[in-house]
């Protein structure tokens, strides 16, 4: 038994351990913090440890650890916020909006964290996913559980929010979206 | 493909991505390279993502993170050598716990044709005319026999007690009392329980005191056998004994003796 778990342990050490840098990357990006990232970090490693045995040896173990770190990540949302923060696009033709909203000329590193703060949790991920870690939408995909329509939907989605929201952090002058953009306000107004 | 600038406004981040397919992505660049605010928005968009690295990146120490995760991993996998241990630990008591009373259980095979065999070496083997002599019989049973007569009784209706002694066979050492009467010899032996339990099941008998005999022929003789908790008895013999109860009150005295010295 214990050389078994030995030998186990070895194999896990050779195929996951070496994400360690990536993973711990996007899961400090994601928590917003180096500290929260590596509770989620460990806690994803010793989850996969304890699923090893499924891991079938020769596939794609980096797709495999992000699977487990998006659930323990979306796993331990939940437990924090017991309500799901919905934000509905479609309602007064926000989708729309998204689509067209310009990219500042402007942009500054703290309007830019003020901008990405604001997007609703799974749009946060896929933005960090895609458009910061350079993951494949099916990557993204495999890795979140669904299907590669959804991610780039939400993708859509994410990124227009994110260019309305740097419109509304950038100085006035360098904005070219149209005025009145602030979803923030009128989410909080629909509520 | 010729796109126009709100196509290319809605691929542009895929382009960026490189997801767009190889017309798409050819329109797209065509397009780009003609439109000013196209153009524009795509160095925006670059831009935009460099910004959003930058900002979101956090300092990591990969190397400490993995020392954390690795003695994270060590914790568990001691505690589960550990729960394994006690898993062993428990099994192996349970298995010690079985085979106790699987050997508590275990079955002595020759018991009936023991006594029976001893009945005809021993017991067949006295003269006629033998008499009981209670000095003899107190020399030649050992403790804790020595009173056994006194509790069966020297005499039985037609039966009488002939002689008394120790008689080692076959490994066994049985108190050994010799009854003779209506023209038959009887052997009533009892012994320490130490080969293990009695075969076949034993019916029970109520009279007075409960019995659980086991009866059955061996060689031609009828075994009546008792267990107690740490003796069994046997009463051995040539032909059944008339009447029935003879035989239960011989053995009932000599239950009775026993379970005495049992408690």
Known sequence: MFGISHQRREEFDRAALVHIPELLRVASRLCGGADAGEDLLQETYLQAWRSFHRFEAGTNCRAWLYKILLFTYSAQNRKRARQPFLVDLDAAGETALLVDAPTPDTLTAEAVKAAFDCLPENFRTLVVLVDVEGLTYREAAAALHVPVGTVMSRLNRGRGLLRLELARHAPASSSGAPSGMDLSRQRRARS | MNLDCQHVREVMDSYLSEELSVETNHGFLRHVAQCRDCTAELRRRRRLRALLSETLDVAVDADRVRARIAHAMDRELRSWVRVVRLGAVAATLVAAVAVAYWAGRRVDAAAYDDSAEDHIACALTYPDGTAYDKVRAAQNLESPFEHIVDAVGLSHGLYHVIDAHMCPYKGRNYAHVVIRGDGQTLSLFAERAERGALPATPTTVLAGDT?????????????????????????????????????????????RFIRGLEN
């Not at chain 2, 060689?219 to 008339?242: K, W």
């Open chain 2, 211 to 255: 019995l659980d005999v086991h009866a059955t022929t061996r060689l031609g003789y009828r075994i009546s056998a008792v267990a107690t908790r740490d003796h069994r008895l046997f009463l051995v013999s040539e032909r059944p004994i008339d009447p029935p109860d003879l035989a239960q009150d011989i053995l009932r005295s000599a239950v």
